[in-house]
């Protein structure tokens, strides 16, 4: 039976002190905090019901009485920033810079899913603690009594990240902290000293940290840098009170070979997501190891998910493990940790269900095998637990795609239940246990509460977006962007292009319109489909104005420049005119810069902004195939509202071989190309190239993630 938790328990001796704030502890259960707010706040908190935003309150229960709201929040553990900086002092620069880029993800997520909750939001008033046990993190567990002006927001952000760079809350920065901190962050932080407040935005700082952290830190890929940024045993926050060692249960004794246990929240943060096989594969071992946890101890949250995988690294820190596949292992088992007094179980999407509507109770989940196993299956497919893997874009109806909402019309609006496809019926599997116990019970992670006008409508579409789906799966929405690659030659713009081209899947999509403009070249990234992809050299005005009326039309363009056209295209185009097609018709321009360590890359690249492009937002793809690229040359190309990705090393013999075939890699791959290099029949270079594809496509995901969605929302 489903437990439902309390709205009323013992209160703990650490009483908050803000007026209408208290906390809570019920034996064996989750950390709370009750608040009460005026009637007038009960609209956005009733939206707020069921999101999930990981460093931002969650609100699990909403009671009206009177002229009052009660809201019932999912606590986080941990110290604030203030005595945290006293005891601790200054963190490095990249583990402080990924703490407040994240911080202002979530804000950015909030401020555009439901602007009115985010003035209820101080970023100094949070806490620093340890997410899923193993990274730092910055927590809010409660909203302000009193909205906060916007403006003061970013600014509030900034001083954050000053108090953890320099390890004290009020001394200025001094000459010895100064000359840690990158330039392009310095700048921003002497501003702030000097005048109080910042005119940068919550998008622009997460810009200005993800520079930062590139300037200080080493061997980062795309999405993945949180995985390099291990919480040292010094950095660890104080928690309220210390629990003993859980119980593992399903732990394996005497392996015939060396096993490495790693929470299955770490592979998360490093990989964002699962593939269908590995989710099916992680189901079956997980539904058989509950059956030895006590009802009050099973949490089928990443936190408390261990796997056992074969021993193939000598250091359990090593990054490299955590890229491994778990379907290319030969086995791997699983272990269950015990949840009894855990701290942070309240802020859990898998243990903890949020209340359906306002005034109904949430419920704990623990001891119902099936509730958790349905919703783990959507987070593991949709990310939810990657520390940047889940995106605000394209919101639909005020449903967060791919986390769970429970959609609410009005702030007392009673809706009905409609089921939408089980994730496990949209691959095949083999006969199991699971599929003959499914019917017995709902998949409440793909249960939606929508009004009952649209019920037919989300049979056909639903609105999570797992970004592991086929794209033709997804919606398609009408979009105004042209990306467009430019800079200096042979940097690996075409293969930019390609790789864009397979991993977004362009081929099986309608509304992409793909050019070659390197006519007089090789065309090498018309020749991988020359039915897909135009030949249309840019000799003249009347190929830009083609560009620009296909996109106009609805399509995302995408087109290949060569690095000769510059002074063609400055004929036509200026950062006036591209100014003026995005405010006056909504058309963005997203150039793409690589970078590399050639000395022609720099001037290229600016000459490209002065000429044409101008403040525009950008991607900078920083590729080795040249040596690597100096932290200074970076630093006078980035701006803040560009976004950096960073290619992996590719052996120089396979890049040759890659780019004189006339197919993708997946072709290569899967053996459908017949006059095929020699090169790519060995095994090995098979394996390899398996390796780096999926590398390629971690590097590039902050921008495919903004193809397969909503692309007009990129800037």
């Known amino acids: 039976m489903k437990s439902i938790l309390p709205v009323k328990s013992q209160p703990s001796t650490t009483n908050s002190t803000g007026l209408g704030?208290?906390?809570?502890?019920?034996?064996?259960?989750?950390?709370?905090?009750?608040?009460?707010?005026?009637?007038?706040?009960?609209?956005?908190?009733?939206?707020?019901?069921?999101?999930?935003?990981?460093?931002?309150?969650?609100?699990?229960?909403?009671?009206?009485?009177?002229?009052?709201?009660?809201?019932?929040?999912?606590?986080?553990?941990?110290?604030?920033?203030?005595?945290?900086?006293?005891?601790?002092?200054?963190?490095?620069?990249?583990?402080?810079?990924?703490?407040?880029?994240?911080?202002?993800?979530?804000?950015?997520?909030?401020?555009?899913?439901?602007?009115?909750?985010?003035?209820?939001?101080?970023?100094?008033?949070?806490?620093?603690?340890?997410?899923?046990?193993?990274?730092?993190?910055?927590?809010?567990?409660?909203?302000?009594?009193?909205?906060?002006?916007?403006?003061?927001?970013?600014?509030?952000?900034?001083?954050?990240?000053?108090?953890?760079?320099?390890?004290?809350?009020?001394?200025?920065?001094?000459?010895?902290?100064?000359?840690?901190?990158?330039?392009?962050?310095?700048?921003?932080?002497?501003?702030?000293?000097?005048?109080?407040?910042?005119?940068?935005t919550l998008g622009q700082i997460k810009g200005l940290m993800l520079m930062a952290t590139a300037a200080v830190t080493r061997g980062l890929r795309g999405s993945n840098m949180m995985a390099q940024l291990f919480a040292n045993e010094r950095w660890h926050p104080l928690l309220p009170s210390q629990r003993s060692s859980p119980k593992v249960y399903g732990r394996a004794e005497g392996s015939r070979m060396p096993v490495i246990s790693v929470r299955l929240s770490r592979l998360l943060a490093h990989r964002n997501r699962?593939?269908?096989?590995?989710?099916?594969?992680?189901?079956?071992?997980?539904?058989?190891?509950?059956?030895?946890?006590?009802?009050?101890?099973?949490?089928?949250?990443?936190?408390?998910?261990?796997?056992?995988?074969?021993?193939?690294?000598?250091s359990a820190n090593d990054s490299k493990m955590l890229d491994i596949r778990l379907d290319s292992l030969p086995e791997f088992t699983v272990a269950l940790e015990s949840a009894s007094d855990c701290l942070t179980l309240g802020r859990s999407p898998v243990v903890i269900r949020e209340a359906s509507e306002p005034g109904k109770p949430f419920s704990d989940l623990r001891g119902d095998v099936d509730e958790q196993l349905s919703r783990l299956w959507q987070t593991l497919q949709d990310g939810t637990f990657s520390l940047s893997g889940y995106n605000m874009e394209a919101v639909v109806n005020r449903e967060l795609p791919g986390q769970f909402f429970c959609y609410l019309g009005a702030s007392f609006q009673r809706a009905s239940r409609v089921a939408a496809p089980k994730p496990a019926s949209e691959s095949p599997k083999p006969a199991s246990p699971d599929e003959a116990a499914a019917p017995?019970?709902?998949?409440?992670?793909?249960?939606?509460?929508?009004?009952?006008?649209?019920?037919?409508?989300?049979?056909?579409?639903?609105?999570?977006?797992?970004?592991?789906q086929p794209t033709d799966k997804l919606p398609q929405h009408p979009m105004k962007m042209i990306l467009i690659t430019a800079g200096s030659g042979g940097t690996g713009k075409s293969t930019i292009a390609r790789l864009i081209y397979e991993l977004a899947n362009f081929e099986t999509r309608d509304d992409v319109a793909m050019f070659d403009c390197d006519a007089l070249g090789n065309r090498d990234f018309q020749k991988i489909s020359p039915k897909r992809i135009e030949s249309m050299p840019i000799d003249n005005v009347d190929s830009m104005r083609r560009i620009v009326e296909t996109a106009m039309d609805g399509k995302l363009v995408l087109a290949d420049l060569p690095a000769s056209c510059q002074d063609i295209l400055s004929r036509d185009l200026n950062p006036e005119i591209i100014q003026s097609l995005r405010e006056d018709d909504g058309l963005h321009w997203l150039p793409i810069h690589p970078v590399t360590a050639k000395?022609?890359?720099?001037?290229?690249?600016?000459?490209?902004?002065?000429?044409?492009?101008?403040?525009?937002?950008?991607?900078?793809?920083?590729?080795?195939?040249?040596?690597?690229?100096?932290?200074?040359?970076?630093?006078?190309?980035?701006?803040?509202?560009?976004?950096?990705?960073?290619?992996?090393?590719?052996?120089?013999?396979?890049?040759?071989?890659?780019?004189?075939?006339?197919?993708?890699?997946?072709?290569?791959?899967?053996?459908?190309?017949?006059?095929?290099?020699?090169?790519?029949?060995?095994?090995?270079?098979?394996?390899?190239?398996?390796?780096?594809?999926?590398?390629?496509?971690?590097?590039l995901f902050p921008l495919l993630r903004r193809i397969i969605k909503d692309p007009s929302t990129a800037s």
């Open 21 to 200: 704030c208290e906390e809570f502890s019920p034996a064996g259960g989750p950390w709370l905090v009750k608040q009460t707010f005026m009637r007038a706040e009960t609209v956005w908190l009733s939206s707020l019901l069921g999101a999930y935003f990981p460093s931002l309150p969650r609100v699990l229960d909403i009671l009206n009485e009177g002229t009052q709201t009660n809201v019932m929040l999912g606590t986080a553990p941990g110290e604030s920033v203030k005595q945290y900086c006293s005891r601790v002092g200054p963190l490095p620069i990249g583990i402080a810079c990924i703490m407040v880029w994240r911080l202002a993800a979530e804000l950015e997520a909030l401020e555009s899913f439901l602007p009115e909750a985010v003035s209820f939001v101080d970023p100094l008033n949070c806490k620093v603690g340890l997410w899923q046990q193993d990274f730092l993190q910055l927590f809010v567990d409660r909203f302000e009594a009193r909205p906060i002006g916007s403006a003061e927001m970013a600014s509030r952000v900034m001083h954050v990240c000053a108090m953890l760079i320099k390890g004290h809350p009020t001394e200025p920065i001094s000459a010895a902290v100064a000359a840690k901190v990158p330039s392009s962050l310095l700048t921003h932080l002497r501003e702030w000293q000097i005048a109080g407040s910042t005119m940068l």
């Open 440 to 468: 017995a019970k709902p998949m409440t992670a793909v249960i939606r509460e929508v009004p009952r006008a649209e019920a037919s409508e989300s049979k056909q579409e639903s609105a999570l977006f797992p970004l592991n």
């Open 599 to 699: 000395a022609a890359t720099l001037p290229a690249i600016k000459q490209w902004r002065t000429s044409i492009f101008g403040e525009a937002p950008s991607i900078v793809v920083v590729s080795l195939k040249d040596g690597p690229v100096s932290t200074d040359l970076l630093d006078e190309i980035i701006r803040p509202q560009d976004l950096v990705l960073r290619m992996p090393v590719l052996d120089q013999s396979l890049a040759a071989a890659l780019d004189a075939s006339n197919a993708t890699w997946t072709d290569i791959l899967e053996g459908r190309v017949q006059d095929s290099h020699r090169m790519f029949g060995n095994p090995l270079v098979k394996r390899q190239l398996r390796f780096k594809r999926k590398e390629c496509e971690d590097a």
């Open 274 to 314: 699962l593939t269908e096989i590995e989710v099916l594969m992680l189901h079956n071992r997980l539904r058989e190891q509950a059956a030895a946890v006590p009802v009050l101890g099973l949490a089928l949250d990443p936190e408390h998910i261990l796997l056992r995988l074969p021993g193939l690294r000598e």
